[in-house]
């Protein structure tokens, strides 16, 4: 199992690269009160509505359905 960090950063750099990535899913995690390492599988729903927000603009949902799946799927 991968951590939900490393999986949603891979799932999202081909729509954002590695830097906006990283820093989305920093962000969301201070939004928890955690650091990125500290993400678990029980922060996915609140990461997924991060997520969503950020990719809204930019992208159509269908893509954005697939990176959350890509990112459950490897939990």
Do not use: H, Y
């Not at 650091?35 to 609140?46: G, Q």
């Amino acid at each position: 199992m991968r951590d939900l960090s490393g999986a949603a950063i891979a799932a999202l750099v081909p729509l954002l690269g590695p830097t906006v990535a990283s820093t989305c899913i920093r962000a969301s995690a201070l939004s928890l009160g955690k650091t990125s390492d500290d993400l678990d599988e029980f922060d996915l729903p609140s990461i997924e509505i991060n997520i969503r927000r950020v990719l809204a603009p930019v992208a159509p949902a269908s893509a954005i359905d697939a990176v959350i799946a890509q990112i459950r799927g490897t939990l």
